[in-house]
């Protein structure tokens, strides 16, 4: 099935061309942060988790998303799913890949993790991390191939597979639960000190997840005449909706606790985040854009999917919608929550933190890798499909 990578419209081409430069670009930088050091980074002993971490944070929840089209698939016989719970899996595999290299890059040598292996620590989270995440990119590699390879040749896939996508299950769930631990584990940030960080984390990655893959559908059905169905797709944004609220919800509790109970380590990282601190007679106020931009994407995003026509039959309010979710929750949880985990720091001082020009180039690459991924992966399927339906069918 590989070869049918390497067919495709001139638009496909164009497309990985684009993508490979700036994977190009991201060599280039890490191949230069790698000779100089993580001092290339805007990272400081203050805030020694950047750019980098924040996006395996939000990218943990786009992998994770992806089980809110296994677990009815295969666990409620929901029938309605069965195009798109193949996208659901390979999408997890270039969101875990971005992970693991966004840990490779901040590790600086990246023959550091091999300490997690050598000189194992069950009693750290990192330890069970490094399972989870591995386990569940290991799964979804398995059971996406061996089941598209069953569809391809229109036979049932074999019984052994199921149990390994009832196990990729609880490791879907495990992967932002543990990610989760490695904050609220932390007594020293009282920000992340908090008993709810992990339901919020599954919030938003029900929700995020989700919206990538309409977007993923609405595209393709434009360029590869793959349709993934008006109820599948109208299942997902009710999916999305609940999971968007619930995490809008656990926000406005975090609001809650820090301000109606004044304590201080809590309080002040929200209001750096949403007005700005004043220390030394300099506001530090890096994030108030980003944060607000955040709520008004959000809550426009709600809106729109509460609106039956945006919802059922206008796909690019759709399409709109789902980017707006996107960034709206990209911004909260992979800029707002962690960095302002730092500020202040537990000596009641201010650093903030800017990413460097390198560390962008970066994070551009691992994005652009994931991408390519995912699309050579989305070429497999749609592939596969019109095989199936029509030998006709033209190419992507």
């Not at 495709?8 to 190009?24: H, R």
Request: aromatic share 16%; net charge neutral; charged share 10%.
């Amino acid at each position: 099935m590989i070869e049918k990578t390497l067919k495709g419209k001139p638009a496909y081409w164009i497309w990985l061309a684009f993508l490979g430069m700036f994977m190009a670009v991201g060599v280039a930088c890490y191949a230069r942060q790698y000779l100089f050091g993580l001092g290339l980074t805007g990272m400081s002993r203050d805030v020694s988790w950047g750019l980098y971490i924040s996006q395996f944070t939000f990218l943990v929840g786009v992998a994770a998303g992806g089980v809110m089209l296994v677990l009815p698939y295969y666990v409620h016989n929901y029938k309605v799913f069965g195009k798109i719970t193949i996208l659901g899996e390979f999408l997890a595999i270039g969101a875990i890949s971005m992970c693991l290299l966004f840990i490779m890059a901040d590790l600086g040598q990246p023959t550091r993790a091999l300490n997690v292996v050598f000189h194992p620590t069950p009693h750290s989270m990192l330890f069970y991390d490094m399972i989870v995440l591995n386990g569940y990119l290991f799964l979804n590699i398995l059971c996406g191939w061996v089941i598209l390879t069953a569809e391809r040749k229109q036979v049932h896939p074999p019984k052994w597979i199921y149990f390994f996508v009832y196990l990729s299950i609880p490791f879907a769930v495990s992967i932002h639960t543990v990610t989760a631990m490695l904050y609220c584990g932390l007594p020293g940030r009282h920000f992340w000190l908090s008993a709810i960080i992990a339901p919020r984390f599954l919030a938003s990655a029900f929700a995020a997840g989700p919206a990538l893959i309409i977007l993923a559908c609405l595209i393709l059905k434009r360029v590869a005449n793959f349709d993934a169905g008006k109820e599948a797709m109208n299942k997902l944004v009710t999916i999305i909706m609940y999971a968007a609220l619930l995490n809008t919800f656990f926000v406005f509790l975090e609001v809650f606790v820090g301000y109606y109970s004044n304590i201080p380590g809590h309080k002040h990282s929200i209001e750096y985040l949403f007005f700005g601190l004043e220390h030394h007679g300099h506001v530090y106020n890096n994030l108030v854009p980003f944060m607000w931009t955040s709520v008004v994407l959000n809550f426009g995003a709600l809106g729109l999917f509460a609106w039956p026509y945006a919802r059922k039959k206008n796909e690019f309010l759709l399409g709109l919608s789902c980017v707006m979710i996107f960034i709206a929750l990209w911004i909260d949880k992979g800029l707002g929550f962690v960095f302002a985990g730092f500020v202040p720091n537990p000596l009641e001082e201010i650093t903030e933190y800017v990413p460097t020009a390198n560390e962008l180039g970066i994070t551009l690459g691992i994005w652009a890798t994931g991408f390519l991924i995912v699309t050579l992966l989305y070429k497999i399927v749609v592939g596969v499909d019109q095989e199936i339906e029509s030998e006709g069918t033209p190419e992507i």
